[in-house]
Each structure stands twice: as structure tokens, then as C-alpha cells.
């Protein structure tokens, strides 16, 4: 037994020695590896975290806001909070929960009323359920759920709903208890959503630049200047600090308000879906400064055929547009002496074949037109025999003479892709002539609808050519820095009194008897003067089968306030009552709101004065009904004794009933009795009808009605 107990003992020590011996190897390797960390190496270490402490860091600096004229937020960085639980948290036991859940319920049904404070109850403990289930399987072959944060609405909280949230008696426990936590994430936001939203333009996925619109053109200033911080050594981790600090971006005010946007998306979006449009833009702008107070561009969804969302800026890309360009080729030949009589009539007629080219036509014909009469009926032969005359033996002077006045000259707008117009080559020995007779009314030319708009401004100006402005101020922690002063591409384009006879003519095309535009432009309310377009669509050098629609001009008539021009492709009819009833839809909108000043109401109607037809200005009559028992039962269920009754509207003896003034059930009993088809938009009283009184209409015929509230 003795020996035994000494044959264990020896093996016990043995056992003893080999542990004891492997701990001292182990103490030696790591002696070892201290020393050589220190010492042998504490030159390449030291190396490294000098690397580390030396290096430079560029923090990021707050993007600067867009503002809309008024100082209301386009565009502006905000914090999202995403609400989370903690369903593991060691706080969150069932007699806790049991105890504030009926409470929490209800604060969340109050905050969130999709679901009643039941919906909640029940919600949260079967969530809960689940995932406690999962963190913590029966079945021990299955791994165990490591992600049991919970998402407690799918949608990101404001900062003024996440501090109401972190209000609830519950969540204002510490996290180990109610397991309530949040993730900050900064977003740049546009407060108004898909308004302007292409203007505005887009950042990229690290939200430090623009990659579109104003953000990118405007990248510069709005993203402001980086911060530089070093790494300083702390007594347990190494941590940065800012040495100099971030320059926030400036806040760029721009000339964009709210409420026209709104109005011109509206009314836009409105004639699209009426008219089929593949896309459609409008800008809106102030005739003295040039400011650009609204503009849309809305194309077809792809995801819905029936919904129009923003499109690309159609508004500065170039586009052949038709016979709104016989106005800028009208200015060209009134300031050349071309056209020093606005009464003198040209020899037009039906064709005109010229220098070789294919004939040009004019649907309506007439053997003479006067200048005046050319603007106001379209006409392609008496603009291209007005531009002929003086370039026919020079044609790229036509160009040079454009060019001269400004033209071509780009706006340095803000808007990316912003381009310039073009005009296809015409030299003599190439057949130009035959492309001058052409560009002159707008074929052989692509030109951006914004250049276009203000060629037009400056006629509603008095002939001063203000460059269009989009933005007008920046800012820096609400102190002023820079103003952005209006400017002007030519202090005068044209003459004043060229710009009057212009205007004149802009106002035959819509109020005159053989004007494209009269039937759908007229208003009784506000007197506007423009110009309509048509050109085809080019597809692949070719004419396609779809048309650009074009409509533009400026309004009040008397006292240009705004210009404004519209273009949609694809619309199902003519470019007055497309485009056209787009800019007059925005303009009545602006005079309901009162956003046209002393603009007053009138009605237009020529009359008889010694002997000469002039066209007076005077106030509409609303007549509330033709039907004297409605009269009658009024006057008695309110017990009226002493009541004023408008006289009723004249009758019209023959042709198209007069229906302005009346409501639309006794509109449309006449309308319909005499043999018409009646559409009409608006609600209220007729104030407008497409089809003036006592003009002859064959029976089927569609007539369109104008409604408003009185």
C-alpha cells in the first residue's frame, strides 16, 4: 500500500510540474510579446499611431436650405427618428409590462389612431410573443434570433412626434427597462413634396451633393465648407477633435412661391389628364424682374398611365415650337424697318412656292394680309414673305441678327441641362433660302420654351429683356450675404413702341375676330394677349404623328403683370384649348385669389358709338335663374317684401344662344334646345362661352362653357 501511495504521488507531481511548467511558458510568451511590443517594435508602433494622430479628418458640413420667395422651406436637412423596442431588455418583465401596457396603449391609439387602443394591446404582445419565441427556441437544433429590436411604426418619426413618444410614462424609463430606443437619420426633405420637385432637383446617396436641379447647380454654395479634426490621444481611446469647424451652406432663397406653383401644377396636371398629354411644362413669370415664379413639368407615369408625376425640365430643352417663334421673327422685322406700317397689307394667298422648296400653305388662305392680321390668323406665307424680303439674299443673317438681340445668350438659369436655341444651318448655296423661309415661322430650329417665354416678357416689358432669375438671395444663419440684383440680357430688345404694336397684335390673337386663339382664350375676367404653336414631334430626324402644342403670352393685358408659357405633347386637341386653356385656367385662378392687384372685372362687348364698332369693357351680370317659380318661391318661403331682380340676358334672335350669366342647368336647356353639345369646366355661373352669341353653328356642334362662383 505504502508503495502505492508513493507511485500516485510521483504521478501527481508530475501532473503538477507539466501545468505549473506550461503556465511559466505561457507567462514567458507573454513577457515576451510585451517586451518585443514595447521595445523591439516601439518604433513601428510609435510610427502607426502617429500615422493615426496626424491624420486629418474632413467632417461634413450642413447643407443649406432652398427657399421658396416668401422664406417657407423647398428644401432643408431634417432628422427622422425610427422608433424601436427592446423586447429582451431585462427591465421589460410581465409584471412591468402587465402593469403600463393598458396606459401605453392608449398614448399610442392617441398618437397613431390606425389601430384602437385594443389593436395596440394586441399587436404588441403578439409581436412580442413572436419574437421572444424566436430569441429563445424550444427546439434546440434551431439557432436563436439575435435581431429582437422591434420597429414600432413602419413609418419615420418627425422630431416633434419622436419627443411626443419619449413623453409616454413608459418610454421615459431608462432603456434596460422599457427596452425604448431610437436611430437618428438625417434626411434633406422637400416640405412640399413632388412640387418643383425637378427644379429642385435631387442628392446623391451620401446626401452631400446635388446630382440634379438647383441642388447641383447650386452644389457649391449650398453644400458650404468642410470641417478639418485631428485624432487626440485620450487616457482609454484615441477620439476626434475639431480643430477648425464646418461652414455651413448658405440658404438660397429662390423666386419660386408656393402658391402659384401649386396653382400651375394643378392646372397643368388638370388639362394633361383631360387632353391625354404624353408631358406637358409651364413657367410662370413676373414681366418686371424676370423672376420665375412657377414652373412644371409632368410626363405620363409609367407605373399608371391615368397619373401624371414630375418629369424631366422639359422647360429648357430645346424643342421645334411652331408659331409662337412668328412673334420674335415680328420683332426682327419691325426693328429692321421690314415692317414700319402695321396696316399695310402683303400679298399672301393660299401657297407660295419659294426659291425652289416645296410650297408653303395657309389653311385659312386670303389673297392679303396686313401685318397685324398675319400674327393674328398664323399666317406661314406672310411671315415667311416679311423675313424673305430683307434675308432672303443673306440667310444666316437672320441668325446673326437673332443672335445680335440677345437670343441665343444662355441664362445660367440654375436648372441643370439648361440649353440654348438652334438654328439649323442656312447658307445660300446649301438652299437656305429655302430654310430661312422656314425658320421664320419655326420650323428648322429647336428652341428651349423658357427662351421663348422671355422673348415675350420683354414685349410685355416695353421691349427691356430681363434675364429670367430663379434665385435672388443667399443667406447665412439668417443674416443676409448676397443679393442677386435682376438683370438684363439687352437693356432693350426692341422700341417701346414696337413692344406696343406687338402687344396689339398678341391681343387680335385672342380677341380678335379671325384669331387662333379666341375661341378658348377669352375671359371675362382677365384680358390676356399670346400667341399659339403647333409643330410635329421629331423622331429620329422625322416627323412623327404627335403634336407639340404651344401656347404663350402674358396677362393683364393693360399692365403685363406675368408672362407665362405652356407646351404639352400629345394633347387630343388645338393649342388654344390645350395650352391656351392652361394659361387662362392659371390666370382666372390667380384673379379668384386676388394675386393680379387692381386687375378689374369686365366683360368684353362691342357695341355701336357714332357709328364705329368698338369693343367696351364692362361688368358681368350673374343672373341666378330664367325659372320665375323659383324666383317666386324664394321671395315667398323668406318672406321678401322688397327685392331687386336682374333684368334677363338679351336673346339672341339667331345663331349661338347668349348663356354668359346664367347657371348651368338654364344654360344648358337652351344650348342643347337650339341643337348643341355642351362641355363645360368650373362651377358656379357661365362666365365664358367658346362660341360667341348669334354666330352661325351647324347642329352637333360642341360648344364649351366656363363656370365660377360669384
Not at 439668417?478 to 406687338?502: F, H, M, W
Not at 395650352?579 to 382666372?588: D, E, P, Q, T, W
Amino acid at each position: 500500500m505504502t508503495k502505492t501511495k508513493q507511485n500516485n504521488k510521483r504521478h501527481i507531481l508530475w501532473r503538477y510540474a507539466l501545468v505549473v511548467g506550461m503556465m511559466l511558458l505561457f507567462s514567458f510568451w507573454i513577457i515576451w510579446n510585451m517586451f518585443k511590443l514595447t521595445v523591439v517594435q516601439a518604433p513601428l508602433w510609435n510610427k502607426k499611431a502617429h500615422t493615426v494622430l496626424d491624420s486629418t479628418i474632413y467632417t461634413p458640413p450642413e447643407r443649406g436650405r432652398l427657399l421658396a420667395d416668401n422664406g417657407t422651406e423647398l428644401a432643408a436637412n431634417l432628422e427622422f427618428y425610427v422608433a424601436r423596442i427592446d423586447w429582451l431588455a431585462d427591465g421589460i418583465v410581465d409584471d412591468t409590462l402587465k402593469k403600463y401596457i393598458g396606459p401605453l396603449c392608449d398614448s399610442l391609439a392617441a398618437f397613431d389612431p390606425s389601430l384602437t387602443a385594443a389593436q395596440w394591446r394586441t399587436k404588441l404582445m403578439t409581436d412580442r410573443k413572436a419574437i421572444l419565441d424566436a430569441a429563445r427556441p424550444k427546439d434546440k437544433s434551431q439557432k436563436p434570433r439575435r435581431n429582437h429590436a422591434y420597429r414600432l411604426f413602419p413609418q419615420m418619426l418627425t422630431h416633434r412626434e419622436y419627443k411626443r413618444l419619449r413623453s409616454f410614462p413608459f418610454f421615459r424609463k431608462p432603456i434596460n427597462e422599457s427596452g425604448f430606443y431610437s436611430e437618428k437619420i438625417p434626411r434633406r426633405t422637400k416640405p412640399y413634396g413632388s412640387m418643383a420637385a425637378r427644379s429642385i432637383g435631387n442628392l446623391d446617396s451620401t446626401r452631400s451633393h446635388g446630382i440634379s436641379g438647383l441642388e447641383r447647380a447650386l452644389d457649391t454654395l449650398l453644400y458650404g465648407k468642410p470641417g478639418i479634426a485631428h485624432y487626440l490621444q485620450l487616457t482609454n481611446a484615441i477620439a476626434p477633435v475639431e480643430i477648425v469647424p464646418a461652414v455651413k451652406g448658405y440658404d438660397i432663397t429662390t423666386t419660386i412661391n408656393v402658391q402659384l406653383q401649386d396653382i400651375v401644377e394643378h392646372e397643368l396636371n388638370a388639362m394633361c389628364v383631360e387632353t391625354g398629354a404624353e408631358w406637358g411644362t409651364c413657367v410662370l413669370m413676373e414681366v418686371a424682374t424676370g423672376d420665375i415664379k412657377a414652373i412644371s413639368n409632368l410626363k405620363r407615369s409609367e407605373d399608371n398611365p391615368d397619373e401624371y408625376v414630375e418629369g424631366i425640365n422639359y422647360a429648357v430643352l430645346g424643342y421645334e415650337p411652331g408659331s409662337v417663334v412668328k412673334t420674335i421673327s415680328m420683332m426682327v422685322a419691325l426693328e429692321d424697318g421690314i415692317v414700319t406700317d402695321i396696316e399695310k397689307p402683303w400679298q399672301t394667298g393660299s401657297s407660295w412656292a419659294y426659291a425652289g422648296g416645296n410650297p408653303i400653305t395657309d389653311s385659312h388662305g386670303g389673297a392679303t394680309r396686313t401685318a397685324r392680321q398675319i400674327i393674328e390668323t398664323s399666317s406661314n406665307i406672310g411671315m415667311a414673305k416679311i423675313i424673305t424680303q430683307k434675308y432672303g439674299a443673306n440667310p444666316p443673317g437672320f441668325k446673326a441678327r437673332l443672335e445680335q438681340m440677345g437670343f441665343f445668350e444662355p441664362f445660367h438659369l440654375g436648372i441643370a441641362g439648361e440649353e440654348t436655341p438652334q438654328f439649323s444651318k442656312a447658307d445660300v448655296k446649301d438652299g437656305g433660302r429655302v430654310v430661312l423661309s422656314r425658320q421664320a415661322y419655326g420650323y428648322g430650329t429647336r428652341i428651349p420654351p423658357l427662351c421663348t417665354l422671355a422673348m415675350y416678357n420683354a414685349i410685355a416689358n416695353d421691349g427691356k429683356y430681363v434675364r429670367p432669375r430663379l434665385f435672388k438671395k443667399l443667406s447665412r444663419a439668417g443674416e443676409p450675404d448676397s443679393i442677386i440684383p435682376v438683370t438684363y440680357i439687352r437693356k432693350q430688345v426692341c422700341s417701346p413702341e414696337n413692344a406696343r404694336k406687338l402687344r396689339l397684335m398678341l391681343h387680335d390673337v385672342v380677341w380678335g375676330s379671325h384669331g387662333t386663339a379666341r375661341h378658348w382664350v377669352q375671359d371675362s375676367m382677365v384680358e390676356i394677349a399670346g400667341k399659339t404653336g403647333t409643330a410635329f414631334e421629331v423622331i429620329n430626324g422625322k416627323y412623327g404623328a404627335r403634336k407639340r402644342l404651344a401656347f404663350c403670352g402674358f396677362f393683364p393685358y393693360e399692365k403685363p403683370k406675368y408672362s407665362c408659357i405652356v407646351l404639352m405633347l400629345g394633347a387630343d386637341r388645338g393649342a388654344g384649348a390645350s395650352s391656351g386653356m392652361v394659361l387662362k385656367n392659371i390666370a382666372r385662378k390667380m384673379y379668384a385669389h386676388g394675386l393680379l392687384g387692381s386687375a378689374p372685372d369686365y366683360a368684353s362687348v362691342k357695341t355701336k358709338k357714332n357709328a364705329k364698332t368698338e369693343e367696351v369693357k364692362t361688368h358681368p351680370t350673374l343672373y341666378a335663374s330664367l325659372n320665375d317659380k323659383k324666383y317666386k318661391r324664394v321671395q315667398h318661403d323668406l318672406g321678401l317684401k322688397d327685392t331687386h331682380r336682374y333684368a334677363r340676358p338679351e336673346k339672341v334672335t339667331s345663331g349661338v344662344p347668349k348663356v354668359i350669366g346664367l347657371d348651368i342647368r338654364d344654360a344648358i336647356r337652351l344650348l342643347e334646345g337650339a341643337g348643341l353639345k355642351v362641355n363645360f369646366t368650373g362651377s358656379g355661373m357661365v362666365v365664358a362661352q367658346s362660341l360667341s352669341p348669334g354666330s352661325h353653328f351647324t347642329r352637333g356642334e360642341r360648344i364649351n362653357l366656363r363656370l365660377k362662383n360669384s
